[in-house]
């Protein structure tokens, strides 16, 4: 009986998602392949120092993995600001645990008008332990910021994929 009721909510569940109109982004349509060109057209400012430029090119073979389109129908301005805050301390006030932040603030202009047609912020956090080498402390902080990185590039690269998803019209004349 359990097994039986257990099939009936998975299925009620299903059938809820199918109603509300739920798709999965990556599912193939009509507009797939318009999707893809479109957001191979983002250009993205490039952006100083070592992390911008991993940031930059994680994000680019995110939104053009076969490489970018040969004009840019849209322009996406990047803020990267990476932070470190130590919270976890000893009776000595030494810093036992920190927390690495990076927030990305992004505008997308569409080239044709000049408009921002999209904006947002995207925060990635993640935490991590403080030991007493040095060395170690400065490869968990460098891995710490890379996977922040890393994560905020996809979803960054998401957003955009959601939002041409959801406004097909803003691509209806690229090809």
């Known amino acids: 009986?359990?097994?039986?009721?257990?099939?009936?909510?998975?299925?009620?569940?299903?059938?809820?998602?199918?109603?509300?109109?739920?798709?999965?982004?990556?599912?193939?349509?009509?507009?797939?392949?318009?999707?893809?060109q479109?957001?191979?057209?983002?250009?993205?400012?490039?952006?100083?120092?070592?992390?911008?430029?991993?940031?930059?090119?994680?994000?680019?073979?995110?939104?053009?993995?076969?490489?970018?389109?040969?004009?840019?129908?849209?322009?996406?301005?990047?803020?990267?600001?990476?932070?470190?805050?130590?919270?976890?301390?000893?009776?000595?006030?030494?810093v036992t645990r920190e927390n690495s932040r990076l927030s990305v603030d992004y505008n997308l202009i569409d080239n044709s008008t000049g408009k921002v047609i999209n904006s947002g912020a995207i925060r990635s956090d993640l935490a991590y332990d403080i030991v007493q080498s040095d060395f170690a402390n400065t490869q968990v902080r460098e891995d710490a910021i890379f996977r922040n990185i890393e994560t905020a590039s996809t979803r960054l690269a998401t957003r955009l994929a959601i939002y041409f998803n959801n406004n097909p019209n803003t691509f209806k004349g690229s090809n």
Request: glycine share 8%; with cysteine; net charge negative.
């Open 1 to 36: 009986m359990t097994k039986w009721l257990k099939n009936s909510f998975f299925l009620l569940i299903f059938m809820s998602l199918a109603g509300c109109g739920f798709s999965p982004l990556y599912m193939e349509t009509d507009n797939s392949q318009q999707l893809f």
């Open 38 to 94: 479109t957001l191979s057209q983002v250009s993205l400012n490039k952006l100083g120092g070592r992390y911008g430029q991993v940031f930059t090119t994680s994000l680019e073979d995110k939104l053009a993995p076969f490489g970018p389109a040969s004009s840019s129908q849209f322009n996406l301005q990047v803020t990267l600001n990476d932070t470190q805050e130590g919270y976890g301390f000893r009776l000595d006030e030494a």
